[in-house]
């Protein structure tokens, strides 16, 4: 499966911006999709993930609250839906998916988007 991220830009603290990871592939549905982020000098870190379904979400804790994480099967696009920018959500998001069950570090991913740079200012 091949995935396109859009959506990244600039806003000022406090704002929001929707982030949209579209795949290519008949097999959508049989994938769990994560996000990740990477800021500079920093490891690539996780985000949020969702089962293939949609019925099971996970998000990391420093954005647990601001950040939504769905997906429309029929769209074969997963979104990132981030309110309450904080300066320190400033990253390189990717989208990724998974093919077992229930994926949680970076390893397990075996496909990643090209990334979207998203810059919260102060």
């Known amino acids: 499966v091949q995935l396109q991220a859009s959506g990244g830009g600039l806003v000022q603290a406090g704002g929001s911006l929707r982030l949209s990871c579209a795949a290519s592939?008949?097999?959508?549905?049989?994938?769990?999709l994560g996000w990740f982020r990477q800021a500079p000098g920093k490891e690539r870190e996780f985000v949020a993930r969702i089962s293939r379904t949609g019925g099971s979400t996970d998000y990391a804790d420093s954005v647990k609250g601001r950040f939504t994480i769905s997906r429309d099967n029929a769209k074969n696009t997963v979104y990132l839906q981030m309110n309450s920018l904080k300066p320190e959500d400033t990253a390189v998001y990717y989208c990724?998916?998974?093919?077992?069950?229930?994926?949680?570090?970076?390893?397990?991913?075996?496909?990643w988007g090209q990334g979207t740079q998203v810059t919260v200012s102060s």
């Open positions: 990724a998916a998974c093919q077992q069950l229930w994926c949680g570090s970076k390893s397990e991913y075996d496909y």
């Open positions: 592939g008949r097999t959508f549905g049989n994938y769990v």
